[in-house]
């Protein structure tokens, strides 16, 4: 059964990326939007992205420059672009994956305040004093360490506080979190008449148990969001996609392995989307013709291929919620150097077609 519910999903992602995405690119000079009609037609606007370190297993220092073992070159093309549209987004989110990580507590708080030093240099890009809100979640890369005995990721004790203690700025004062404190990186809020809900896919509770998400906290949260007649639509973010399954090209693995409930959930209360990384790859989809998933690990990490016919380029992915109630989502991408660090100033951004974010209601 397991095997078929994953060539079900293969199948989405094929049919999405064929039908939605897999058209000539548009270049549009880096402007999504054109026109101060346009302009004002939109509610709210944000970007999301994840996964941009450029390395793993502490290699990344053959490959950067700085400590914050980022893909520097892509994250610069990525922020000054997004700081370059014409309607700025409100928000960016980035969804886990920022720094290679993966060693010990002492390595990672270096990477961190490496990013956070890359983040707030305006000779690098202006982001940081653009005005847009910026999010970040972390990924498996900021939450474990690697094992070269069992050649696996283990959970990294302590790795929850050297996160809160560098990147509490990038969690929303006006959120709502989790209780619990292995739980802080998971929390919601709200914006204009979005409902937002950000999940830190790979909590650990114990030193023992992998994602350990507080489920009933997240559905509970999504009742609420509901609830508010104020909000018209709702966002599910993490940095693990719900359902992506094994692959023989990465091994990457969805939350849906831990068994839990929470897309029955989310299709309860009609959430718009879930928007995810971790595959280093976009890759927008729909389930049963109701939420989307659109996995955007294309950050700046080495990328990989699935397999499918969607295009695979560094980038990153805009959502305009718009006065009439429509939403849609612009991929926005160029082709990388090699190796993946390159700058490469020749190749332009180019826009793929919008997708409209909505429900195909079933009969």
Not at 46 to 52: E, L, P, S
Not at 175 to 193: C, I, V
Not at 197 to 215: A, G, H, R
Not at 245 to 251: R, S
Request: a neutral charge; proline letters at 6%; charged letters at 20%.
């Amino acid at each position: 059964m397991k095997n078929l519910f994953t060539l079900f999903l293969l199948g989405t992602f094929l049919f999405s990326c064929q039908s939605k995405t897999n058209k000539q690119p548009v270049l549009l000079a880096n402007k999504l939007v054109n026109t101060a009609a346009v302009k004002d037609s939109i509610v709210y606007s944000f970007a999301f992205v994840g996964c941009n370190r450029v390395g793993r297993h502490n290699k990344y220092k053959v490959a950067a420059a700085d400590s914050s073992s980022a893909n520097l070159s892509a994250l610069k093309r990525i922020y000054n672009d997004v700081c370059k549209l014409t309607r700025k987004p409100d928000a960016f989110f980035f969804l886990g994956d920022l720094v290679v990580g993966e060693t010990n507590n002492t390595e990672l708080n270096t990477q961190l305040e490496g990013w956070k030093k890359v983040y707030h240099n305006t000779s690098l890009s202006p982001i940081s004093t653009s005005g847009i809100e910026m999010v970040a979640i972390p990924g498996n890369h900021e939450m474990l360490y690697y094992d070269q005995t069992s050649n696996s990721e283990l959970p990294l004790k302590g790795s929850t506080k050297v996160w809160m203690d560098n990147m509490k700025d990038f969690i929303p004062k006006d959120s709502k979190q989790a209780p619990g404190t292995d739980n802080q990186m998971t929390f919601s809020f709200k914006r204009k008449n979005v409902g937002f809900i950000f999940m830190n896919t790979d909590t650990y509770n114990t030193n023992e148990e992998e994602s350990q998400l507080p489920v009933d906290w997240v559905e509970r949260e999504l009742d609420t969001l509901q609830a508010d007649t104020t909000i018209k639509h709702i966002f599910v973010l993490g940095h693990k996609p719900y359902y992506l399954g094994q692959t023989p090209q990465t091994g990457h693995a969805g939350i849906a392995d831990s068994a839990t409930s929470l897309w029955g959930k989310m299709e309860g209360v009609e959430a718009l989307a879930m928007l995810s990384a971790h595959a280093h790859t976009y890759v927008p989809s729909q389930i049963n013709g109701k939420v989307h998933q659109i996995v955007a690990g294309n950050g700046g990490s080495p990328l990989d291929s699935h397999g499918t016919s969607c295009p695979q380029t560094f980038g990153y992915c805009i959502v305009n919620v718009k006065i009439d109630g429509s939403v849609e989502m612009i991929a926005k991408g160029y082709q990388p150097g090699m190796p993946c660090y390159e700058p490469v100033p020749n190749n332009p951004f180019v826009v793929n077609p919008p997708i409209e974010l909505n429900w195909t209601k079933q009969l």
